[in-house]
């Protein structure tokens, strides 16, 4: 009987405390449901985006519109520089050395083609022109003797074999002075001039075609060599682009694409033209094609040749959605658009969604969602940015 009142005691020791433990072992678990809780809320409201009221809209300057249809080119980029066709660039060279002994121009002066740009002196001239006389002076005799000779076999008093004697030398005679004029008249002197007894110590420099005179690479008074060019002379009314195309675009481009020009180091100002001529080789060992561009320069801009420039070639057109370039914010590498969700009039609900982006033209993009959109959606394509910065404040704040 001792034994069993003391098992009842213990038994009533136990129970209280079994209770216990037991109370708060429930109570421990509602906590941690009540801390669950608020969590799925805040990671609701981060996903799902914001709300605006009309009057807050407009003090940030925030507007909403469709999602627009648009008919956009589709481009490929290329870089390249500005240079003019063979023809209408030219380095004027002298045929005969000499002692330059008058330069007539300046750089950047407009000249034209026969105008005389320096003179050259050279002594030897002056034995060139007196071989001419002396070769046009015995011409005289030896016409005679070829003329008397021919009158004397056609009248058969003569020898065949003294008139063909007389007709080589004739013949001989007469091509070196022919030669001579050729001669005199590449270095600028007229042989008639010459056949006046106007012998000259110095020959000109003539300009071989219209333009504006380049770098001059010579002064006065220098000796310089047969075939040493002492400036140039550039026309740029034909100036075109070379523009160079990778392997993976080239197929896209065609004769008689537009093409708009970005001048990289002025301001980056845009000019256009169109694709005329595109090279059947790759250039070195890069995989690019040049390809030629005119340029329709009817604003008459500076433009010279060497100058380096960002091209966009037109490759066609394509109807896609656009929305207006600021609809676009960037974060993490990652690109938005701003949805409205609803628009109840008193609060306007915006919803963050992932997109990507194509073809850029005239303030708009192309984008496509990662997710569909509903035909009739709004979105935010003014002020995107501010609610970029409000979404990213309030993820903060939590």
């Keep these: ?33 009540s801390q669950k809780e608020p969590a799925e809320v805040v990671k609701k409201d981060k996903t799902e985006g914001l709300e605006l009221t009309p009057e807050q809209m407009k003090t940030v300057g925030i507007t909403i519109g469709p999602v627009e249809q ?9 870089n390249g520089q500005l240079a003019v066709p063979p023809q209408n660039k030219a380095d004027v060279s002298i045929l005969s050395g000499g002692i330059i002994g008058h330069i007539s121009v300046l750089e950047g002066q407009q000249v034209k083609r026969g ?21 046009k002076n015995n011409f005289t005799y030896v016409r005679a ?52 007894g106007n012998i000259v110590s110095q020959f000109p420099v003539i300009s071989p075609i219209n333009g504006t005179v380049g770098q001059i690479t010579a002064n006065t008074g220098a000796f310089v060599q047969p075939g040493t060019s002492i400036m140039e002379v550039v026309d740029n009314s034909k100036i075109h682009c070379d523009l160079t195309v990778f392997e993976k675009d080239l197929m896209q481009v065609k004769m008689g694409q537009k093409v708009s020009f970005q001048l990289t180091n002025q301001n980056n100002e845009v000019i256009t033209g169109r694709i005329n001529g595109v090279n059947k080789s790759f ?51 990652k690109q938005y658009i701003f949805v409205v969700v609803t628009n109840k009039g008193s609060k306007i609900h915006f919803k963050k969604t992932e997109i990507t982006t194509g073809i850029a033209e005239l303030g708009y993009i192309q984008i496509k969602a990662l997710s569909s959109l509903p035909p009739d959606v709004q979105i935010a394509t003014k002020g995107a940015f501010y609610l970029e910065s409000k979404a990213v404040g309030s993820g903060e704040e939590d």
């Design 1 to 33: 009987m001792y034994k069993l009142s003391y098992i009842k005691f213990i038994l009533r020791l136990m129970i209280p405390a079994i209770l216990l433990v037991s109370c708060s072992g429930n109570n421990k678990g509602k906590e941690n449901t």
């Design 70 to 78: 648009r008919n956009l080119d589709a481009v490929v980029k290329a």
């Design 115 to 135: 105008q005389v740009l320096a003179t050259i002196n050279n002594q030897d001239l002056i034995k060139i022109q007196q071989d001419y006389l002396a070769a």
């Design 145 to 196: 003797e070829y003329d008397r000779q021919k009158q004397l076999r056609d009248a058969g008093a003569g020898t065949g074999k003294s008139f063909q004697a007389s007709e080589a030398t004739y013949n001989a005679e007469r091509s070196r002075i022919v030669a001579y004029e050729s001669q005199l008249k590449q270095l600028g002197i007229s042989p008639g001039k010459i056949s006046n």
């Design 283 to 333: 250039e070195n060992e890069s995989k690019g094609v040049i390809v030629h561009a005119v340029i329709n320069n009817v604003q008459q801009k500076n433009l010279i040749p060497g100058m380096y420039v960002t091209a966009l070639i037109s490759v066609g057109s394509q109807m896609t959605p656009a929305v207006p370039v600021d609809a676009v914010v960037r974060s993490a590498g």
